[in-house]
């Protein structure tokens, strides 16, 4: 055999042996993130947003099972068979952390419509003591024709005094939302931490706090940790998102272990609420993300 048959055919047996050595260690890297492990933080999955095979939200709270999570959230209760997801909730040990009292109108912002969110909070609180639900988002509103923004706010201050006594007494909290008017709601009157904090301040009640969206927060303020902390006594609930894009963690900008450990190291135990759309619609592989976030 020439020496450049030799070399030829030592080049591709290395060649061969470190393509072997790379599909052995992807396959390696595939097994281990497979068989992550769940971390400190407790993940309620938005069943809205991550599908979860379709269908009824009793499968789709079965098909959360499956995946792991200890809980779901989801939007306006109204569409959906509360006894079912009562029965699906009991067959798997899922809780519902929390979900949409109602949809952006009527908006708490205007005064008119406080009689109708007074019977709607009513009604919201039947539902959710049905299905044992401890939270509900409520929604400011979109911006009213003719009020000032300081107007809407303190109408949203004077509809929640007046609706905290409910809350109080059926020991379901009111969590209301700001959300972000660069990307997805433009128009709306909440946004940010600072007014937020400052109406549920107002307000004085231990039953109405803030679904703090750390999505949503990102893309108005930034500067996640410090805001978190400096309205901290007002934060009710924590979701996410990652951004750009409204994924799992690990697809965007944020550093989500850094903020797990944050709402950790201040005391938070409850749910986070994952209201994000999973990367091409695979919730395996979204799970997996979640749970590499949680490691810090």
Not at 222 to 244: H, I, K, S, T
Request: glycine content about 10%.
């Amino acid at each position: 055999m020439d020496h450049q048959r030799r070399q030829f055919m030592l080049t591709a047996a290395l060649g061969a042996a470190a393509a072997s050595t790379s599909a052995l260690h992807a396959s390696q890297e595939a097994d281990d993130s497979a068989s992550l492990s769940w971390g400190k933080t407790r993940f309620a999955v938005n069943i809205e947003m991550w599908g979860l095979g379709g269908g009824p939200a009793q499968d789709r709270i079965r098909a959360a099972a499956k995946l792991g999570y200890p809980a779901v959230e989801f939007w306006p209760w109204r569409n959906k068979d509360l006894d079912q997801i009562r029965i699906a909730c009991d067959e798997t040990g899922i809780e519902v952390a929390q979900f949409t009292a109602w949809p952006f109108n009527p908006g708490m912002n205007d005064p008119k419509n406080h009689d109708r969110i007074g019977k709607e909070i009513a009604e919201s609180i039947q539902a959710a003591k049905k299905i044992g639900a401890r939270k509900m988002t409520v929604i400011a509103g979109n911006d009213q024709p003719g009020m000032t923004q300081e107007q809407m706010h303190e109408n949203v201050i004077t509809g929640l005094k007046k609706w905290a006594p409910m809350a109080e007494d059926a020991g379901v909290m009111l969590i209301l939302e700001p959300m972000n008017i660069r990307v997805d709601h433009k128009g709306h009157c909440l946004y940010g931490s600072p007014e937020a904090v400052r109406i549920c301040r107002e307000v004085g009640s231990p039953m109405v706090k803030i679904n703090w969206d750390l999505y949503h927060m990102q893309i108005t303020e930034g500067d996640l940790c410090r805001r978190m902390r400096e309205g901290w006594d007002q934060v009710g609930y924590l979701q996410l998102a990652d951004n750009p894009g409204r994924r799992e963690p690990g697809t965007g900008e944020i550093d989500y272990s850094r903020v797990f450990k944050e709402a950790w190291d201040l005391g938070y135990r409850d749910f986070i609420g994952l209201e994000c759309s999973p990367t091409d619609g695979n919730a395996e592989r979204a799970t997996e993300r979640v749970k590499a976030a949680d490691v810090w």
